[in-house]
Each structure stands twice: as structure tokens, then as C-alpha cells.
């Protein structure tokens, strides 16, 4: 039978206090709703129907282009109102009718496949999410006949006393028998408060008709939950990280204190992993097994290899390979890659260069469109100075070469194997293989005899 989904998102979204669409506003790493259009997509081969409104026609467009078709609802005048507008578009191309909403992220997709089938087990009419709690958020109550089918739903600007007391609470979400629909929603009159045609109106008008509408009771009432003030996105953002976060321990990886920890859904983290507090992961970051990341760490885009450590450092799409390590307070921009077994020290920057295997970057220095060799010594305050103004220069410094400290490489720049420059040197020009240089600007004083040890120090010193 062919499912069509239908997601509202014509709501001006007053609560929520925002010049960009309630809905746009990032979760999890990708706009709020793009949760609902993967749901969708993933249920059903039509593309989805957008309901949009004045506020939200152009960006939504603009952001889902081809993968959605969109309506227009002019007026806000409810649920009801709203899937009316998709009728002209969906009438006659689907058996069902799928209704979700642009602000509920947190949706698991086994529950809406479940919601599916129980609508059509049970030949019912209509099939609707139910949750059991204390704290409404507004949704409307359920009242069931002695068969537990579903007999009326009432909106809480609606409900008495007595009513508002159910705990049983409408999710919103419905699946119906097309042909129901596109012939009982014209019948739904507006409420009597508020003017408006509701979505909730149709349990009554099937049980009316002697039609089943069924309930499928969340286990999970977080799933439900929705999006309205920056209150419920931050209760909704906590609901989110839990899941990560939890999912993340039961495959192997160490979460100090997960109440800190902020893993995106894209992250992936090796077994024997530790993660200590108050770091974040995120994009498509993967991070080998044991590994110790944090604390007070960032990493972007990165792959980081086993047995590595970050400590209080900040990665941007780059990679570190097996058994090296970087920090404190040290940074890799975008395009670093730090080789097995190097090491880079505090206060370090580095971007779009290279740190060779078992090579030693020291304090407070600055790699910039640099290739560096194995086994080199980076001195702490070394700066390859890679930019004249107008354009970058590239720094090339082969194997077993030793950087004093406070040196400068004035790019472009070559400096071959075993060579070794003086602390505070100025190093303008090609340096040859196993030469000695110091000075401003750095001369030739000698050859280096003697390869130095491979396990270079790291104390950057001259």
C-alpha cells in the first residue's frame, strides 16, 4: 500500500522568539526538521509534503529543494487546516496518509513503522501516537471507549477539569486511511475558543462512523516531545546527547562524565576509549580505540588514530595518526596531519602541514603549508612565516633535522636531512644536508657530524 507523508511546518513559531525558522534552527548537528524528512524518506517512496507558511515558504525551499513538495497554508486555522491544503496533491496517489510535524526530533523511526502497521493490522481508520505523563506541554487528552479504542481527543483550551486530569496525552501523530481522510476532514468544524480545524477531531468522527481509531502508547515519551520555546529545544538537545552518549559507553568507549560530553550522531569512537569531561566531538569524527581525549577538547572533522591523546586541545578537519598526542592548549586547522608517533606540545598551532612520524613540534610554535620529515625537532617558538602579504609559500624540512628554538623559516624554504638550525636563527635560504646555521639572517657554520638520536627531545630546547 503506498504511504504518503505529510509534515507541517507552516507555524510562525512565536514562542519560540527567532528571526530564522523555528524549525531550521540546528539539532543535532543538521536543521531541526531534517530528522522528519529522514523519517519520511525512509517510510515512503513519494517525497514528502512540506506545509509552509509565509514564514517559512522561502527558506524551507531553499533548503529542501527537490527532496520535498511543498503547500502553502495562507491561513494559520489548525492541523486540520493545514493537511487540507496537501489534499489537491496527494488525493488518489496514496491507500495512506501519514501526518508528522517539522518540530518533533526526537522521533525514532522503528516507532512510526510500527504506527504503520498497526493501522493497517488492524484495518482501523486512523492510527495515533499516545504518551503517558504528568507534564502535558499542552497536548491534547485522550479518552478511549471499553474496547480501548480511541472515541474523542480533546484539545486542552477545550478541556474541563475533569478532562485535564487524564494523563493519557495525544503525540500529534497520525497515520489514516486515505480515502477516511480526504472524506471526513472536510466534515471537522472549527473549535469553538480558538476558530481552528483540528487533526484531533477525527478520532470522534471515526468513532461516529463505528470506525476504529487505534493507539500505539509510547514507552519513550521523550520521543514526543515537542519543540516550542528554547526551553523545550534545550530539554529536547539534553534527551538527544543522552542517547549519543549512552549508545557510545555500550560500545566500548569511557564517558568520564557523560553530563559534559558532547558527541554529534555522525561521531564514531573505538573501543577502550576515554573521554573526560567537558569536550566536544563533532561532524564526522572518528577516533580509534584506546584513546584519552579531553578534557576541555574539540575536534571537528577529524580522525584521530588508536592510542592517541588530545589533552584541552582543538582539531578541525584533520588527522593524527596512531600513538601520537598534542596539548595542552594546542590547535591543528584544517588540513594538519600529525604522523605515528609525533608529538606537538602546548600553545601549538598547525595548518595544512605535515609533522612527520616520531617528529617533536615544541611550545608555543607555528607550522603553516609545512612539510616536516621524520624524526625532526620542531624548537618551542619556532614560526614557519608562510605568507609575504599576497600569497603562501610552502616550507619543506626533511628527516633527522634539529630546529633550534626561536627559529624563523622565512618561506619558501628548504631545509635538508640532518641539518640544524641555531635558537633565534632567521633562516631565509635553502639549507643543505647535515649543514649547521645561525645568525640573522642564518649562515653556514659547520656540518653536523654526527646523526642526532631518533628519539629527538621534546623540550624544544637548542
Not at 512565536?14 to 543538521?30: D, N, Q, Y
Amino acid at each position: 500500500m503506498a504511504l504518503a507523508v505529510v509534515i507541517l511546518a507552516a507555524g510562525k513559531s512565536t514562542r519560540f522568539k527567532s528571526a530564522i525558522p523555528k524549525v531550521l534552527h540546528e539539532f543535532g548537528e543538521r536543521p531541526m526538521i531534517e530528522s522528519s524528512l529522514d523519517l519520511a524518506t525512509q517510510l515512503s517512496d513519494m517525497p514528502p509534503v512540506l506545509v509552509v507558511g509565509a514564514e517559512t515558504e522561502a527558506p524551507l525551499r531553499e533548503w529542501a529543494g527537490d527532496r520535498a513538495r511543498f503547500v502553502f497554508q495562507a491561513e494559520r486555522l489548525g492541523t486540520g487546516h493545514a493537511v487540507l491544503q496537501a489534499r489537491p496533491l496527494l488525493e488518489g496517489t496514496a491507500d495512506r496518509v501519514l501526518v508528522l510535524y517539522g518540530d518533533m526530533p526526537l522521533l525514532r523511526l522503528s516507532t512510526l513503522q510500527r504506527l504503520v502497521a498497526l493501522q493497517e493490522e488492524d484495518g482501523a481508520a486512523m492510527a495515533m501516537v499516545t504518551i503517558i505523563r504528568d507534564e502535558s506541554q499542552g497536548f491534547g487528552r485522550v479518552l478511549r471507549d471499553v474496547e480501548g479504542n480511541v472515541v474523542q481527543v480533546v484539545e486542552e483550551p477545550e478541556a474541563t477539569p475533569e478532562q485535564l486530569r487524564i494523563r493519557e496525552l495525544n503525540a500529534g501523530l497520525y497515520v489514516y486511511d486515505a480515502d477516511f481522510l480526504w472524506q471526513h476532514l472536510p466534515k471537522v468544524t472549527p473549535s469553538a475558543k480558538k476558530g481552528e480545524i483540528y487533526l484531533t477531531d477525527m478520532a470522534e468522527l471515526a468513532a461516529s462512523a463505528g470506525l476504529k481509531a487505534v493507539p500505539l502508547v509510547l514507552e519513550d515519551p521523550t520521543e514526543a516531545m515537542g519543540i516550542n520555546t528554547r526551553v523545550n529545544f534545550a530539554s529536547a538537545q539534553a534527551v538527544l546527547r543522552r542517547r549519543i552518549n549512552e549508545a557510545c559507553m555500550l560500545a566500548g568507549a569511557t564517558l568520564v562524565d557523560p553530563a559534559t560530553t558532547y558527541i554529534g550522531p555522525d561521531v564514531a569512537l573505538g573501543r577502550d576509549t576515554v573521554v573526560l569531561p567537558n569536550t566536544h566531538l563533532r561532524g564526522t569524527t572518528q577516533i580509534g580505540e584506546g584513546c584519552e581525549i579531553g578534557p576541555n577538547t574539540i575536534i571537528v572533522d577529524s580522525v584521530i588514530g588508536d592510542r592517541c591523546r588530545v589533552t584541552a586541545s582543538v582539531i578541525e578537519s584533520s588527522v593524527m595518526e596512531q600513538d601520537s598526542d598534542i596539548g595542552p592548549f594546542s590547535h591543528l586547522r584544517p588540513g594538519a596531519h600529525v604522523r605515528t608517533g609525533a608529538h606537538i606540545g602546548n600553545f601549538a598551532e598547525m595548518k595544512k602541514s605535515t609533522l612527520g612520524p616520531g617528529s617533536h613540534m615544541g611550545h608555543f610554535s607555528y607550522l603553516g603549508d609545512a612539510t616536516i620529515g621524520e624524526h625532526v625537532n620542531i624548537g618551542a617558538g619556532t614560526i614557519t612565516c608562510n605568507y609575504d602579504g599576497k600569497q603562501k609559500h610552502p616550507t619543506v624540512v626533511e628527516g633527522h633535522v634539529f630546529i633550534g628554538s626561536d627559529s624563523l623559516l622565512i618561506a619558501p624554504v628548504h631545509i635538508g636531512e640532518h641539518a640544524k638550525t641555531g635558537a633565534g636563527s632567521v633562516v631565509t635560504h635553502d639549507v643543505p644536508a647535515r649543514t649547521i646555521v645561525y645568525g640573522v639572517p642564518a649562515r653556514p657554520h659547520g656540518i653536523v657530524e654526527e646523526e642526532p638520536p631518533a628519539d629527538a627531545s621534546t623540550d624544544g630546547e637548542d
